[in-house]
């Protein structure tokens, strides 16, 4: 236990070192869903109470384009000069490197999130009628929920053809729950229209299930090779 | 086996035309949707059938998983392709039929959305069969149909919470049926089934067939990669030489 910890903690630390002192997948990110929001705010053109009913959509398809530069870039990096080679024939268990990643996609999409959420609230003139707090259980379990199976998906598209295109094909449709998830509970939080909780529940099962499934199976797509 | 894929395939035919009889002149009219309702026929059996496929798919998957046989990849492949066009057709027959009697092509209600999505993961999952070239594309698409299951009860529980629009499920699900109506239904559903089979036999020979060729094609080249070698080490040394 104490190995998987220090692993997981040596393989987050590199990552977070390499984005801090190259800022390639962040500013790219907080480039593109500026652009989103910039495009969207043009093709509706809403008032302040159709913000509301559309915000929630808006704010996570543009995270959920972002995340995608984040987690395509993962484990990229990993395949120059062998080292995910050199991790299958360590004896270092596969689900610390998993869960590295993950935890290292967690910090970057989240920082995203909290840069680009006041600029969405600026633009769109957002104001919660609802429970705000409850915004940031959201935020924290739909992104958990993109990013332990966008990695998980990333690490299975390495292997095929075009694998930039491959994985929002394969993350996509898999999201689809957690994503309308995400959507209605921002949308009820933001209108005050009902209560969220049945939402953010099955959000909390989507995590749930998918980081157990994750966790049994990465083994088996690590050593696919 | 391969006397019976003749007899199976003349069944098959059979069946399908005495359901098609039965679907469109004998099962009595129905009361207030009128002709339109016999695409009910058509359009449960395939959904049972395609829902049929993707569970042996799954079994298949987690099969392959633990036993890495290469015959329950095959059936896992087969039943992926020819599931996806009987779900297609659910999809197309779907809004065929709702048109005239809801008014509307399309509804985001519980079972159509469940099926979409369905019919999305296995797209997805016939997509990465497609574009993954390695050895390990068998065991990479395993995984993806474990994953794909797993996603489809919280899609269902997802939409459970908006108002449902579909008809009641006629089995088991407190609608009543004239039982000529449902004798003419499972007769279908039998007919469907073994279409399904049929075509999947099929699919399942022809992918059989195709990875022994890629082996015989495999092995050969490495033959003749290792007679080659031999004459290649007395004719081009001179070429490789710095200058």
């Known amino acids: 236990m104490s190995s998987l910890r220090s692993i997981t903690l040596a393989t987050l630390t590199k990552d977070v070192r390499l984005e801090w002192r190259s800022k390639d997948a962040i500013n790219s990110m907080l480039f593109f869903s500026l652009l989103v929001v910039v495009i969207f705010s043009f093709s509706f053109d809403p008032n302040a109470e159709e913000s509301r009913q559309i915000a929630g959509g808006l704010i996570w398809v543009a995270f959920l384009f972002a995340a995608v530069v984040a987690l395509n870039q993962t484990w990229a990096r990993e395949l120059r000069n062998q080292v995910l080679d050199a991790y299958r024939v360590s004896p270092a268990p596969a689900n610390a490197l998993f869960m590295a990643k993950v935890l290292g996609n967690f910090i970057l999409v989240s920082l995203l999130e909290g840069l680009m959420a006041p600029l969405f609230m600026i633009f769109y003139n957002l104001r919660a009628l609802g429970p705000a707090w409850q915004l940031i259980p959201v935020a924290l379990l739909g992104t958990w929920a993109l990013v332990v199976n966008g990695t998980f998906f990333a690490a299975m598209s390495l292997r095929t053809r075009s694998r930039e295109i491959m994985l929002p094909l394969l993350l996509f449709p898999i999201s689809i729950p957690a994503v309308q998830s995400m959507v209605e509970a921002t949308r009820i939080i933001l209108t005050g229209d009902g209560a969220a909780r049945f939402w953010i529940v099955l959000l909390l099962t989507y995590d749930v299930v998918f980081t157990t499934a994750c966790l049994a199976l990465f083994e088996t797509i690590l050593q696919a090779e | ?243």
Not at chain 2, 30 to 39: A, H, L, N, P, S
Not at chain 2, 217 to 228: D, F, K, P, T
């Open chain 2, 1 to 243: 086996m391969k006397r019976a894929f003749p007899i199976l395939a003349a069944v098959t035919a059979l069946l399908l035309a005495y359901a098609f009889y039965e679907a469109i002149w004998v099962a009595p009219m129905e009361r207030t949707m009128g002709d339109v309702q016999r695409i009910f026929y058509y359009h449960v059996p395939s959904a049972w059938t395609a829902f049929l496929l993707f569970f042996v798919n799954l079994i298949a998957s987690v099969i392959y998983l633990v036993r890495r046989n290469a015959k329950a990849d095959a059936v896992a492949l087969v039943t992926g392709e020819v599931g996806v066009v009987f779900c297609t057709v659910v999809l197309v027959t779907g809004p065929i039929w709702a048109r005239p009697v809801w008014g509307i092509w399309w509804t985001w209600d519980i079972r159509l959305t469940t099926t979409l999505v369905l019919w999305l993961i296995y797209v997805s999952y016939l997509v990465l069969r497609r574009f993954s070239e390695s050895s390990q594309t068998p065991k990479l698409a395993a995984v993806l149909a474990i994953f794909g299951a797993l996603d489809v009860p919280l899609v269902y529980f997802s939409i459970w919470f908006f108002r449902t629009q579909h008809p009641q499920p006629v089995i088991g699900g407190g609608g009543s049926i004239d039982p000529r109506m449902l004798h003419v239904l499972l007769l279908n559903w039998l007919a469907f089934s073994c279409f399904a089979l049929l075509v999947s036999w099929a699919r399942y020979r022809l992918e059989m067939f195709k990875r022994e060729v890629e082996e015989a094609e495999a092995l050969e080249s490495l033959l003749v990669a290792g007679s080659g070698a031999q004459i290649s080490k007395t004719q081009i040394p001179l070429s490789r030489e710095p200058q």
